[in-house]
């Protein structure tokens, strides 16, 4: 049998990751911080997907010789997760409060894609569809998605 068990994405600021999957509804759910490897492992889920399906966010510390710290572009880059949401305008307003870019709004009121303090691509996903509503309706893409 096989089970999925999570995503990773490398991650180069800790606290800014963990606080924008907050405005998604996800909660972390532990972390482990391996002095020997120099990185930290923290995994994320939302409420009662704990070890159903998870993102493990991983940071790999900067380099103790002071040399600058690893950066993500180009092949390690990672496609997008997807989530579905209760309520995709108020997810999308909330991360938009935070100071994040609606890369795609959810016109339709079915879909929308936002990015991380990284750059990866998240899809939200409304239960069902709702209404198209303004502001969304009217917005257009920003940037890449």
């Not at 991650?11 to 909660?27: C, H, M, N, S, W």
């Not at 994320?44 to 493990?56: D, F, S, T």
């Not at 909330?94 to 691509?121: E, L």
């Amino acid at each position: 049998m096989t089970k999925f068990l999570h995503s990773m994405m490398r991650i180069t600021d800790p606290q800014a990751t963990v606080d924008f999957f907050k405005l998604i509804g996800l909660e972390e759910v532990r972390r482990f911080e391996v002095e020997a490897g120099r990185f930290t492992l923290i995994f994320l889920a939302a409420p009662g997907q704990e070890g159903v399906a998870e993102v493990e966010l991983t940071y790999n510390w900067p380099p103790e010789d002071g040399s600058e710290a690893e950066s993500y572009k180009g092949g390690r880059n990672f496609g997008h997760l997807a989530y579905r949401v209760d309520n995709i305008y108020e997810t999308c307003q909330r991360i938009a409060d935070a100071g994040h870019i609606i890369h795609r709004p959810p016109r339709d009121g079915h879909m929308a894609f936002v990015k991380t303090p990284d750059g990866i691509s998240i899809e939200l996903l409304q239960v069902g569809r709702l209404e198209p509503q303004e502001p969304w309706a009217s917005m257009e893409n920003t940037g890449s998605w």
